[in-house]
């Protein structure tokens, strides 16, 4: 018996499954990390002038850090789910599909790494 040269060619069943599980669990998950970051301003509301102007420096620079990241996040599951639905790309689009909700938690980790919180 010979091995079946086209093998990865042939349609993947079930493709859609890893970009839409990704899909559910990265969309609120952002939408709840751009909650978070969209709100953190309010943190420093009662700073005094220096605290306020080190928080708005750090701020700015961590909130272009992390509408980045949403941008990469959202180019992620739009690549998931662009993929030929072959074999071959099964590995491809599972490693697109951890990945997307991995990177949103990485990005809300390093915005609040980069912001100068008041103490």
Request: charged share 15%.
């Given at each position: 018996?010979?091995?079946?040269?086209?093998a990865?060619d042939?349609?993947?069943?079930?493709?859609?499954?890893?970009p839409?599980v990704?899909?559910?669990?990265?969309?609120p998950?952002?939408?709840?990390?751009?909650?978070?970051?969209?709100?953190?301003?309010?943190?420093?509301?009662?700073?005094?002038?220096?605290?306020?102007?080190?928080?708005?420096?750090?701020?700015?620079?961590?909130?272009?850090?992390?509408?980045?990241?949403?941008?990469?996040?959202?180019?992620?599951l739009?690549?998931?789910?662009?993929?030929?639905?072959?074999?071959?790309?099964?590995?491809?689009?599972?490693?697109?599909?951890?990945?997307?909700?991995?990177?949103v938690?990485?990005?809300?980790?390093?915005?609040?790494?980069?912001?100068?919180?008041?103490?």
């Amino acid at each position: 018996m010979t091995e079946n040269p086209f093998a990865g060619d042939a349609p993947a069943r079930r493709a859609f499954v890893a970009p839409l599980v990704s899909t559910l669990l990265t969309l609120p998950l952002a939408l709840a990390a751009l909650g978070f970051a969209g709100l953190s301003p309010m943190a420093c509301d009662a700073c005094d002038t220096e605290a306020a102007q080190a928080f708005d420096a750090s701020f700015q620079t961590a909130w272009t850090v992390f509408a980045a990241g949403l941008v990469v996040v959202l180019v992620l599951l739009v690549w998931c789910w662009a993929l030929p639905w072959r074999a071959r790309n099964t590995a491809r689009r599972v490693g697109l599909a951890i990945a997307a909700p991995g990177l949103v938690v990485l990005d809300t980790v390093v915005f609040s790494a980069l912001v100068d919180w008041p103490r």
